[in-house]
Each structure stands twice: as C-alpha cells, then as structure tokens.
C-alpha cells in the first residue's frame, strides 16, 4: 500500500508559481512511476509529468519548459515546480504512483490561476 498526500496548491496570478509536493507513505526509491495529473471542471484527468525510478521524465507538451518534475527519495516526495502559471492551468492536481502494478492516487491539490 502506498498513501499519497499532495500540498502546495493555490490561488496564484497569471505568470506566477507554486511548487506542489507529494508525500509518500513508503520509500519512493522502489517505486516504478510516479506522476502529476490533473482535472479541469469538465474535463477528464490528463498526465502532465512523470518520474521514473531511474529519473527519467515526461512531461505534456503543454507543459514543457514551464514545469519540473523532481523527486526526493530521502524525504519520500515527489515535486512539480509549476511556473509561468496559466488561467488554462487551472486544476486538481493530483499524484499517482504505480507501485507493484497498482495505481495509488492521493487526493489533489487545487490550483486555481486568475487575476
């Protein structure tokens, strides 16, 4: 079992930045994939960075070169530095790890970018 628990989220101007933390319960150093989503009113849940346990990294195209995905194994957490925040950024954020060939899903962080 893997719990997940997201912090970080918030209310932030267009072009500003949060860092969005995922705690896990276990050691992440074992874990395959872990990975940001998120969920706009409306729409379904979309992967925007992911992590490998080798450090390998993806991230959506409408992402890229604004945010970073990092982990910290000693600390058990994964982070998302979301910059350049974008009204189109608005969301649930949640974080996902796949250990064991299970999907584990915290509860989500909202981020909300309006001026």
């Known amino acids: 079992q893997v719990q997940l628990v997201e912090s970080g989220g918030g209310l932030v101007q267009p072009g500003g930045s949060l860092r969005l933390s995922c705690a896990a319960s276990?050691?992440?150093?074992?874990?395959?994939?872990m990975g940001w989503y998120r969920q706009a009113p409306g729409k379904q849940r979309e992967l925007v960075a992911s992590?490998?346990?080798?450090?390998?990294?993806y991230y959506a195209d409408s992402v890229k070169g604004r945010f970073t995905i990092s982990r910290d194994n000693a600390k058990n957490t994964v982070y998302l530095q979301v910059n350049s925040l974008k009204p189109e950024d608005t969301a649930v954020y949640y974080c996902?790890?796949?250990?064991?060939?299970?999907?584990?899903w915290g509860q989500g962080t909202q981020v909300t970018v309006s001026s």
């Open positions: 992590i490998t346990s080798s450090g390998s990294t």
């Open positions: 996902k790890a796949v250990w064991q060939a299970t999907n584990y």
């Open positions: 276990r050691s992440i150093f074992s874990i395959n994939i």
